[in-house]
């Protein structure tokens, strides 16, 4: 458990970096200047050193230490954490967890700044990936919680990405996460019937991806996409980190789709660390993130502290002070 536990955070991480220099570029474009990415590089989009994470890893990271140093699930804390990183000056950050994160530093409250952003914005820039990258210490520390995990996991998804798929792609992702800490066979079946409110076109997509895993359909007739909307996200990331042969198998896969690379194999690296488990992570990856040690700790942490669930939470929820489908 603990080694599957690290595994989920190491997993991101690894898939973060090593998708970072190739962010953006198309996979026939990666495969001409590269071939098959398996090794960290450097420069590239950002212009970083080899290894370098970014706000995916970094936000989750703001999650995990919120989680481990208060002992809770406290999204007050969680978003002033999210502030700080953003006052550090971040090389990589999504357009709208900026501008939400400029209306918390300027005083807006966590519980209505994201809400009200979401309210305004059109079709196509409202359900973005930027909540789902980020997501998967809720899945290790709400593990058998089932109620707990849906709660923190849109929550917490809610502090920037309101839309109802940002927060059921947490949910399910995060549901996912901890049937495989738990040693489900078909995590991905129980994660659905969890989500059983999420919106359709979600549903869809993650129930294509089962299909294949149960051998109903084929894995050729699933077009995945690179963008970054939160349900081709979630789709990529499941698929590559649910039946890839191992983890090094999954994250380079899903680097090699192509676009939005570093957020896509971040999901399917969480996946697939949980499966596989750190151990299982290439030595050259993990050595070549500054950060490896810290994360691995907060893994093992998270999977060994009892974290609580405030009742003011699910009271402001209850009582519609706090309305997470807006």
Request: proline share 4%.
């Amino acid at each position: 458990m603990r080694d599957s536990a690290a595994g989920v955070l190491l997993g991101l991480a690894c898939g973060d970096a090593l998708g970072r220099p190739v962010e953006f570029q198309q996979t026939a474009s990666i495969q001409r200047r590269h071939g098959r990415v398996t090794e960290m590089l450097a420069n590239g989009a950002h212009g970083q050193p080899a290894g370098t994470i970014t706000d995916d890893t970094k936000m989750a990271l703001c999650i995990a230490q919120s989680l481990v140093e208060s002992g809770s699930f406290d999204p007050d804390d969680v978003a002033g954490r999210f502030v700080e990183w953003y006052q550090s000056g971040p090389f990589d950050i999504g357009i709208l967890t900026s501008t939400i994160l400029r209306r918390l530093r300027n005083g807006d409250a966590w519980d209505e700044a994201g809400i009200d952003e979401w309210k305004h914005l059109p079709e196509g820039s409202n359900a973005g990936n930027g909540s789902v990258m980020r997501c998967a210490p809720y899945g290790i520390a709400f593990a058998g919680e089932p109620d707990a995990l849906v709660t923190a996991s849109r929550v917490s998804s809610a502090i920037t990405h309101a839309d109802p798929r940002c927060q059921w792609g947490c949910v399910i992702l995060n549901a996912t996460l901890a049937g495989l800490l738990a040693g489900e066979k078909q995590p991905l079946t129980s994660a659905l019937e969890l989500a059983a409110d999420a919106p359709a076109e979600l549903r869809t997509a993650c129930e294509a991806v089962l299909s294949i895993m149960e051998g109903s359909e084929s894995a050729t007739d699933l077009e995945l996409a690179n963008s970054g909307y939160v349900v081709t996200t979630l789709q990529a990331g499941l698929y590559h980190g649910l039946t890839a042969e191992s983890v090094e198998d999954a994250i380079v896969e899903a680097v090699m789709l192509g676009g939005d690379t570093d957020t896509i194999a971040a999901v399917a690296g969480a996946v697939a660390g949980a499966r596989f488990g750190a151990s299982e992570l290439p030595d050259r990856w993990l050595r070549a993130i500054d950060e490896t040690a810290e994360i691995r700790e907060l893994g093992q942490q998270l999977d060994t502290m009892e974290i609580s669930f405030p009742e003011s939470i699910v009271e402001k929820l209850s009582s519609g002070q706090f309305d997470l489908q807006a």
